[in-house]
């Protein structure tokens, strides 16, 4: 895990500033950093120039749904349990 967020900065500092920005200013955790440098590797990869902004939107969904898809398991659990 450190490894794959040494990566992480190391891109920030290879790409931009802009992406670091984006990077620390969602607050990821390591494996949510890892997943975007793996997205980013893999955008850069195809060809396609990244879009940070589009980028930082789609990990906040992402977070969002994962949060909530994490609320509905606690609530069928709690009621199951009940």
Known sequence: MVEEKSKVIELAHRTSNKFAAH???LDLTMVEEAQLYKWIMKLHKDGFTVNYSS???KMVEI???NARLAQ????KLAIANF
């Open 23 to 25: 990077c620390y200013s």
């Open 63 to 65: 977070m969002r749904l």
């Open 72 to 75: 509905d398991e606690a609530e």
């Open 55 to 57: 980028i930082k939107m």
